[in-house]
C-alpha cells in the first residue's frame, strides 16, 4: 500500500471500529437490561427494540450509498454518524422500552456503512483493496470480541443508559476522524451523475454477492441464538464465554492474514472464497450434530474458531469484489445494495432464529442455517477470477 491508501485503510477503519464497539458493547446486556424498563415485560417489544435498528439501517442504506455519488462521500458520513450519535444519545435519556425502540431506530437511521465502503474503494487501488477491507473486517471483529469483555463490566457502573451515552460519544470521536484524519476524496467522484439503481441491479456478479451477504449476516445472527445457550449447557458461565469467542476471532485473523492475502496475490481468489463459503457450511452441520448431545467447550469453541476463519474471509474479500464489479460513478449505490441486504439479513437472522429456536429447537435453527449457506455456496459456485484483473465475474465458463 501507499503511504496514502494505508492513512484512508486505518482512519475508515477506525471510523468503522467507533461504531461497531458502540452497537456491540449493547448486545450481551441489552435483553436483560431492557426488562427492567417500563414496558420491559413484553419480550416482543424487546425483540423489536433490538431489531428495529437492522431495519431501519437496511431501508436508508441505497439511499445513503446515492447521496454519497451525489453529495460526497465525507459529507455524507458525518451527517450518518451525527445521526446515529443522536439516536444514542435519545437511547441514554429514554424513560421507557418505547423510547429505547425509538433511539435505536435513529441509530439505524445513520446508515453510513455504504457510503464508507464506497470512500475505502475510492481511495484504493484494486490490488491491495481486499487487504484494506480486511482491515475493516478486522478492526469490527475486534471490537466484537472486546465488546463481549467489557460489556458486563461497564453495564455494571453505569447501567444500559451510559452504554448508549458512551455509544453516542464513539461517534462523535469518529466525525471527528472523518475531518481531520481521513484523506479527501478525489475530485473525479464529486458531482458525479447519480448512480442508478436498475444499472446496479443488472449485473450478475452483484446480485449474487448481495444474495451471499444476506445468507451470511442473516446465519450469523441466528446462529448467536443458540451458541450461547449451547455454551452454558457446556458448562462455561456467561460471563466466561469470551474465554473461547476470543481466541477464537484473534486466531482466526492470524489465518486469514497468512491464506487470503497471498493466495489472492497467486490469483486463487475464487478458490479461497468458496472455500470459506465451505467452512462455514461445513460449521452449521457441526453445531447440528452438537446439538443433538451433550456439547463440550473443545467442540464447540473449534467450530467457532472456523466459523470465524470462514466469516472473516468473507467479510474482507465480498466487499473488495462488489466494489471491484461496481461502475465507478454508482459505486456508492452499489454498496448502498449490497449494505441493505446485509442490514436485512441481520434483521432476518434475529427474527426467523428466534422462531426457529421456539417452534423447532436449536436442531431446526442450525439445519435451516445449513441448507441456506449450502444454497449460496451453490449459487456462487460459477464465479471465476480472470488471472490478476481486478473484478470476478459472476458467470459460468
Known sequence: ???LERRSSFSLATIFALRMLGLFLILPVFAIEAARYPGGGDPALI????????LTQAVLQFPFGMASDRLGRKRVIVFGLLVFATGSFVAA??????????GRALQGAGAVSAAVTALLADQTRDEVRTKSMALVGASIGLMFALSLVVAPLLVAHVGLGGLFALTGGLAIAGVAV???WVPSEPAIHKNQPRGQLLEVLRLPALLRLNFGVFILHAVQLAMWMAVPAMLVEAGLPREHHWWVYLP?????????GMTLFPLEKRGYLRAVFLTAIGLTTAVQFGLLLASRGAPSVGVLGILLFVFF???NVLEA???????????????GAAMGVYNTLQSLGLFV????????????????????????????????????????ASTLVANAG
Not at 93 to 102: F, Q, R
Not at 248 to 256: E, K, Q, R, T, Y
Open 178 to 180: 472523518m475531518i481531520w
Open 93 to 102: 435519556w429514554a424513560p421507557s422500552l418505547t423510547w429505547l425502540a425509538i
Open 248 to 256: 477464537a476471532v484473534l486466531a482466526s485473523f492470524l489465518v486469514m
Open 349 to 388: 437472522g434475529g427474527v426467523a432464529g428466534g422462531w426457529l429456536i421456539k417452534h423447532m429447537g436449536p436442531q431446526g435453527l442450525f439445519t435451516v442455517c445449513a441448507v441456506a449457506m449450502g444454497l449460496w455456496l451453490l449459487l456462487a459456485w460459477p464465479m471465476r477470477a480472470p488471472g490478476r
Open 309 to 311: 476463519c470462514g466469516f
Open 47 to 54: 425483540g423489536l427494540a433490538m431489531g428495529i435498528y437492522g
Open 317 to 331: 474479500s465480498q466487499p473488495s469484489i462488489a466494489s471491484r464489479v461496481a461502475p465507478a460513478h454508482a459505486r
Open 1 to 3: 500500500m501507499t503511504a
